[in-house]
């Protein structure tokens, strides 16, 4: 079990989840050994709600700056396993290091998987280099 998963649910308890009652937690490890922490921040409009794992990454940036890269992040529910949605997939991919482990829960147990293996053939930082010639 990684050590990002007590800092992962301990932000969870902090999570703004009224209308879904989920309250999720996400820790990651970026590179420079430092680690950040998100919840989810739900709206009254619900397709404004942010998951925990955009807001840690949002709060990696803001403190390391845009070369931070994440070597490995977890993501907990209090309530119920899940894995990261597509959307914070494809946030995970713009800044994964090349082999960033994602951990989170499932059947029970906590699982780890390479970045790379959750948005297979996905579109990214490389797409755009490809874009630019
Ligand atoms: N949620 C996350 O925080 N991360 C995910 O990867 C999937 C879903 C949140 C959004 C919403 O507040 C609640 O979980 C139920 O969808």
Redesign the pocket.
């Known amino acids: 079990m990684s050590t990002l998963y007590p800092l992962a649910q301990s932000v969870a308890n902090r999570a703004h989840?009224p209308y879904?009652m989920?309250q999720?937690g996400c820790a990651l490890r970026t590179s420079s050994g430092a680690t950040h922490q998100g919840c989810?921040v739900?709206n009254a409009s619900l397709g404004l709600?942010l998951?925990?794992?955009r807001a840690a990454i949002a709060a990696a940036v803001a403190t390391e700056g845009p070369a931070m890269r994440i070597v490995e992040i977890a993501?907990c529910c209090l309530q119920a396993e899940?894995s990261?949605?597509g959307a914070?997939r494809q946030w995970i991919a713009e800044f994964a290091a090349p082999q960033c482990q994602v951990h989170f829960r499932q059947e029970g147990r906590w699982v780890s998987m390479p970045a790379a293996a959750l948005l297979p053939s996905g579109f990214g930082p490389h797409s755009m280099r490809n874009l630019a010639g």
Request: hydrophobic share 40%.
């Open positions: 989840a879904s989920a999720v989810n739900e709600t998951c925990a794992e993501v899940f990261p949605c914070c």
